[in-house]
């Protein structure tokens, strides 16, 4: 902006002296415009009287300002002055608010509405540390039908209405409500200003039952109530909130480190906050997820210490029920064991994680035999093949920190196979399907896993079952002798950890259900049968031995 300024010097340099008027127009403060403000000082004995005049807008009413701060210039033979007492006198109504917007950062937003700040602040300034110190206040904010934002906050807070009195060492808000999120936020209680007191009765805020949208955090509901002690400048919080019905998008650990210390994508480094067992609750219908890779339905309750900087949880959350896409394979979380994310303090938020999934593959053994009389290195004979396939169940164990969950999961399966041949099992049934020239099959088994997967477990849990898989597979006409691609759909209950029954239906033409039973004798041993009950009925005894 455009400076203005007259002053007239006196004195010596050990006090000096001066007294003028400053004028600024067309300013911009905080990247915020000011239309002009005006002022006079004087400086007499190591201290500085002011007194200024602010105007945002030619509509607005101005912010008055007057003030007293002691300053000693930085000359060797300076004084000192008489006493570090700080006073100032604020006084802005209505359109004046607005500029809230510059003091604050932007941090807090003015919109609109009506009301009016009158505030005599006292207190003893720091020149070392350069901020003002035990400070008390006295005076009033009222104001009524205000529409409130704040970089904190998704959205503003609306027909915001208020009473607060600032009653020397601390604030006093006798009246405080506003609408968010559909329901109405109210607050009332006592905070001292800056030296910690305890209260008969601190600073209470209730949430209502509301929807809370905090882009990469959290979107859904919420209700509670949070408890501030502490000090306005040095708040802590503390209370029982209850997060339902909503997601948790787990982000990536760079943006997770960026992220520390921050609310509203700004830094907090000026605001110490602190949580003294703040208590958040996960209810009904939380999901922790990181698309397209895993999606968790959780419960459970963490108690919040320490601070921003260094948040010390504690706590075991339950996992009930999700799942793990590796695209090619989906792991579910195995029932019947429970699934927890413990959080200790001195860890922060890298829970250990006690977890079983499991997942349901196709083994394809395949064999072939020359036609040919003599054997070769080479076979240039036409060959037959013969083989078969099963299933084999795998279990994931993860026992660790989520830090190091790669060196944490211990893969097992039934039958017993190696680390390196599950591995193999769990991405090659795209591979291998190629590798025979099926290579239609093998790109709808891996678009069908990726699309279907989220609507095959939504499906399963709803209907309680142990596995519900969607799948692409081939339509063989042998009048035609054509074949197509079409939709398929398994449903599977365990009845023990060796017997299970499942029904298979080819959805696109008008094939009977298929009913199906298997039965594990042993890791040899595999008793499978299956009935249409329209004359296709089978049953097989399967032994294998490894060597």
Known sequence: ???????????????????????????????????????????????????????????????????????????????????????????????????????????????????????????????????????????????????????????????????????????????????????????????????????????????????????????????????????????????????????????????????????????????PIEFDNLEITLGKDIEIRKAPILNFLARGMLTLDGSLDNLEPTGTIDLLRGQVNLFTTQFRLARGYENTATFRPNEGLDPYLDVRLVASVAEATQRRLPTGPQSAEIIDAPEIGFGTVQTVRVQARVEGQASQLADQIELTSTPARSEAEIVALLGGGFVDTLGRGDSTLGLANLAGSALLGNVSNTIGDALGLTEFRLFPTIITNDEERTSTLGLAAEAGIDISRNFSVSVLKELTTNQPFQYNLRYRVNENILLRGGTDFSGDSRAVIEYERRF
Do not use: C, H, M
């Open 1 to 271: 902006g455009r400076l203005n300024a007259t002053a007239t010097l006196a004195g010596s340099l050990s006090n000096p002296q001066a007294r003028g008027e400053v004028t600024v127009l067309d300013a911009t403060v905080n990247q915020e415009k000011v239309q002009s403000a005006q002022g006079s000082f004087s400086y007499n004995n190591a201290r500085l009287n002011f007194s200024a005049e602010s105007i945002l807008s030619s509509d607005s009413d101005p912010l008055l300002i007057a003030g007293s701060i002691p300053y000693k210039l930085p000359f060797p033979d300076a004084i000192a002055p008489e006493s570090n007492a700080l006073n100032l006198d604020i006084n802005v109504k209505d359109e004046g608010l607005a500029l809230l917007n510059v003091l604050s950062r932007q941090q807090i937003a003015w919109v609109d509405g009506t009301g009016e700040v009158k505030v005599t602040i006292k207190g003893i300034f720091d020149q070392e540390k350069g901020r003002p110190t035990a400070l008390i206040a006295q005076g009033s904010a009222i104001f009524n039908n205000a529409t409130i934002a704040a970089v904190a906050l998704p959205e503003p807070l609306t027909e915001a209405s208020g009473n607060i009195e600032f009653n020397f060492d601390r604030i006093d808000v006798q009246e405080l409500s506003g609408n968010f999120g559909g329901g109405r936020v109210t607050a009332l209680g006592t905070i001292p200003i800056s030296q910690p007191i305890r209260q008969e009765n601190p600073l209470i805020v209730n949430i209502p039952e509301l929807a809370l949208n905090l882009k990469g955090r959290y979107s859904g509901s919420v209700k509670g109530n949070v408890v501030l002690t502490g000090a306005a400048l040095s708040p802590v919080v503390s209370g029982q909130i209850e997060l339902f019905e909503g997601r948790v998008p787990l982000p990536d650990q760079a943006a997770e480190t960026a992220s520390v210390g921050t609310i509203g994508g700004e830094s907090n480094a000026g605001i």
